[in-house]
């Protein structure tokens, strides 16, 4: 159990485009979904903690403009980067927590890599 | 301001040698200790330390926490080519965020 799915797993886009990234809890209802950006030889950072039905709390130094996260139900997370620059690409990575204790409340993601051309 | 510091960054050892991962962290409202191996992807969950002395063990791996002088490690024995891999700690809030270490790079060499 606890299985958190995330698409696309690879996306490239141009420039000033904006890409959709799905997180899915499919076997549980996640009540907080994390994302987290992870640059290449770097660790994971934490962007933004989002709860169902209300707006996302962002991390210092995040715009809340450029990522929008969305999420509209217990199952569904969303994070879209919008007008996408070269210096966006990064591993981006959902987590989705059941509420209860970590860490198995606590699932991840396989990953979504972006490369904005 | 949060943060949770790992060495060393990197390492590289041989096959049988063993190795220990450090970890040390300043996090508001602590709650537990955790250790994730990374790989391609996203991390797997290794162990959750959220009180001291208490030694957590799982086959060759195994970690400890000191909650006073704020400090974990994560010792692996008789390492594989198979351990190798990112090695990332992470401190957690009692809101559930996680704060990561930078993670160390381990490299097992046959």
């Known amino acids: 159990g606890a299985v958190v799915s995330q698409h696309p797993s690879r996306v490239i886009c141009k420039s000033g485009t904006s890409v959709k990234i799905e997180c899915r809890s499919l076997d549980f209802q996640a009540t907080t979904m994390f994302w987290y950006r992870q640059f290449p030889k770097q660790s994971l950072m934490l962007m933004a903690t989002?709860?169902?039905?209300?707006?996302?709390?962002?991390e210092q130094g995040v715009e809340k403009d450029k990522f929008l996260i969305n999420h509209a139900s217990l199952t569904l997370s969303t994070l879209t980067v919008t007008s996408a620059h070269p210096e966006d690409s990064s591993f981006y990575i959902c987590?989705?927590?059941?509420?209860?204790?970590?860490?198995?409340?606590?699932?991840f993601g396989s990953g979504t890599r972006l490369t904005v051309v | 301001e949060d943060k949770v510091v790992q060495s060393p960054l990197s390492l590289v050892v041989h096959e049988g040698d063993t190795v220990t991962l450090n970890c040390s962290y300043e996090v508001t409202n602590f709650r537990s200790l955790l250790w994730y191996k990374q790989e391609k992807k996203a991390p797997t969950f290794l162990f959750m330390l959220t009180s001291s002395g208490i030694e957590k063990k799982s086959g060759r791996l195994s970690s400890i926490l000191d909650k006073k002088e704020l400090f974990s490690i994560l010792n692996i024995t008789a390492t594989q080519t198979g351990d190798s891999a990112v090695y990332l700690c992470a401190g957690s809030s009692n809101t559930g965020k996680l704060i990561f270490g930078q993670g160390t790079t381990l490299q097992v060499k046959p």
């Open positions: 987590s989705a927590s059941r509420g209860g204790n970590l860490p198995y409340g606590y699932t």
């Open positions: 989002s709860n169902e039905g209300s707006k996302a709390t962002y």
